[in-house]
């Protein structure tokens, strides 16, 4: 482990110049845009709850609620009756057909989300779902179900029995945030929290389409941060994401969760700080900082930590009200994208209610490493107007797209070096909740932007809940 230092290429200016790392995109590569193309009801009654401000429906770590494969999309809910359903359709259809695949959900805990996952090696769809720092329930469809679509009926015969275990394969007794991986030899790994918030590791699990295999916890929950008003001993690393570009590597940002309040200025705010960066070459089983330097072996002795040198990409201490599980992207040269979001110093350089001051003057930010290898960011002029997050895609022309919560839509374009950051779509007349779950498998493929979203309601009354489609610039 080494002393934590912040790198030298990582101290972005809050707002990038406009000749600052400006793209390579032909002058013919058409800029932003998005057409609304059709909305489509996945369930007129789905289960409705705030839970941690959100909805376990819609929360924007999801990977995948949604996702497409081999001309149809798929996506996962709970109903009214807290039944776990999972939906298809043949994309451009506009119905779905839903099976119900064994469980109902157990608490009023929005964490407790169905993600999804596609095993291209025996064309499995497999889902984890419903868990917060517990046991979850596991459930895997039978082989070529997602190979064969149109020739083989969508029925809950199709789905195996619910598990608490991955194929026999017992992980933890504290599991939360699963999200599923495909990796470029279409083996199936998740990923996972080990642990509690403010004390837990990331871990890796790995499906190679006869056999889950525990691959290891690979970040830290040790080491001791400290602030300008105290310090901690144990936290834990959120993560934006976790996506293979097109050459394989395996990519991550991350914000860090204190344990101790005491590195705050004010116990209102969140103990978040600091948006770092890593990347694995060899399917998740080394981890290297923005230099290349190993920090950490999943499975080992020597894992991801707060002190390791090289992690952080965007300095940032604990009084912003800083968001976890953000989002992220990789462009199509696979370099690294994110979007995180803070309020601003010039608001002020302390938070004490980290919903209201983020709802009042939370903003977002574009973070991405340019083909230079520098890191930059440009600050979205969208205000959040929620406490919540943004979701990133970037479409064939690698321009990005931030959805925000309400299902609001900005854009920048590469030609500009992200630095014309526009509203595209206002979300009028969606009516939702507030964080969206985007399709990420869905843009390279047909070039249509789709997300899911649960329509507002109160309490505990059920409410709508919709995917929308964009098309994106052809």
């Known amino acids: 482990m080494r002393r934590r230092t912040v790198l030298a290429t990582a101290l972005l200016s809050a707002v990038a110049g406009p000749g600052l790392g400006a793209g390579t995109a032909r002058a013919a590569d058409p800029g932003p845009s998005v057409t609304p193309t059709g909305t489509t009801t996945l369930d007129s009654q789905a289960v409705f709850f705030v839970s941690y401000d959100g909805l376990v429906n819609n929360n924007a770590f999801q990977k995948n609620g949604l996702l497409t494969y081999k001309g149809y999309q798929y996506a996962a809910w709970y109903t009214a009756d807290r039944n776990a359903v999972v939906g298809r359709r043949a994309l451009g259809a506009t119905t779905w057909s839903t099976v119900k695949v064994g469980h109902t959900l157990r608490y009023n805990d929005s964490h407790n989300v169905i993600s999804m996952g596609v095993s291209r090696i025996d064309g499995r769809l497999h889902l984890n779902m419903d868990s917060h720092s517990d046991g979850f329930t596991y459930v895997k469809s039978v082989a070529g179900l997602l190979d064969n679509p149109a020739g083989l009926s969508w029925t809950t015969s199709r789905f195996g029995a619910t598990m608490s275990t991955l194929d026999g394969l017992t992980l933890t007794t504290q599991f939360t945030y699963p999200q599923f991986i495909a990796t470029p030899e279409g083996r199936l790994q998740l990923s996972y929290r080990v642990g509690i918030s403010g004390n837990g590791r990331n871990a890796l699990a790995e499906y190679d389409g006869s056999t889950w295999t525990a691959l290891g916890e690979w970040t830290s929950s040790t080491g001791t941060y400290t602030s300008e008003h105290g310090s901690s001993t144990a936290r834990n690393m959120y993560l934006h994401?976790?996506?293979?570009?097109?050459?394989?590597?395996?990519?991550?940002?991350?914000?860090?969760?204190?344990?101790?309040?005491?590195?705050?200025?004010?116990?209102?705010?969140?103990?978040?700080?600091?948006?770092?960066?890593?990347?694995?070459?060899?399917?998740?089983?080394?981890?290297?900082?923005?230099?290349?330097?190993?920090?950490?072996?999943?499975?080992?002795?020597?894992?991801?930590?707060?002190?390791?040198?090289?992690?952080?990409?965007?300095?940032?201490?604990?009084?912003?009200?800083?968001?976890?599980?953000?989002?992220?992207?990789?462009?199509?040269?696979?370099?690294?994208?994110?979007?995180?979001?803070?309020?601003?110093?010039?608001?002020?350089?302390?938070?004490?209610?980290?919903?209201?001051?983020?709802?009042?003057?939370?903003?977002?930010?574009?973070?991405?490493?340019?083909?230079?290898?520098?890191?930059?960011?440009?600050?979205?002029?969208?205000?959040?107007?929620?406490?919540?997050?943004?979701?990133?895609?970037?479409?064939?022309?690698?321009?990005?797209?931030?959805?925000?919560?309400?299902?609001?839509?900005?854009?920048?374009?590469?030609?500009?070096?992200?630095?014309?950051?526009?509203?595209?779509?206002?979300?009028?007349?969606?009516?939702?909740?507030?964080?969206?779950?985007?399709?990420?498998?869905?843009?390279?493929?047909?070039?249509?932007?789709?997300?899911?979203?649960?329509?507002?309601?109160?309490?505990?009354?059920?409410?709508?809940?919709?995917?929308?489609?964009?098309?994106?610039?052809?």
């Not at 395996?250 to 204190?258: I, M, N, Q």
């Not at 797209?401 to 969606?430: C, E, H, M, N």
Request: overall charge neutral; glycine content about 10%; hydrophobic content about 30%.
């Open 241 to 474: 994401g976790i996506d293979y570009d097109r050459g394989g590597r395996l990519h991550s940002f991350f914000t860090w969760r204190e344990q101790s309040n005491a590195v705050m200025c004010n116990s209102g705010g969140i103990t978040n700080h600091d948006t770092g960066y890593v990347y694995s070459d060899d399917r998740g089983r080394t981890w290297r900082n923005n230099a290349g330097t190993v920090v950490g072996t999943t499975g080992g002795s020597d894992r991801v930590s707060v002190t390791d040198a090289g992690l952080v990409v965007d300095p940032l201490n604990p009084d912003h009200s800083l968001m976890n599980q953000e989002s992220q992207f990789t462009d199509s040269a696979g370099l690294p994208h994110a979007i995180i979001s803070y309020v601003p110093g010039r608001f002020g350089q302390c938070t004490t209610n980290y919903v209201a001051n983020r709802t009042a003057n939370g903003r977002a930010f574009h973070v991405r490493k340019n083909s230079s290898g520098t890191w930059q960011k440009t600050e979205i002029p969208v205000p959040l107007n929620s406490s919540q997050r943004t979701k990133l895609v970037l479409d064939k022309y690698d321009n990005a797209y931030a959805i925000f919560p309400f299902g609001r839509i900005a854009g920048a374009s590469k030609a500009s070096g992200y630095t014309d950051w526009k509203l595209l779509y206002d979300g009028s007349g969606l009516n939702a909740f507030g964080e969206v779950v985007t399709d990420e498998t869905r843009v390279a493929q047909d070039g249509v932007l789709s997300f899911m979203y649960q329509e507002k309601s109160s309490g505990t009354t059920p409410s709508p809940l919709h995917v929308v489609d964009f098309r994106l610039p052809a």
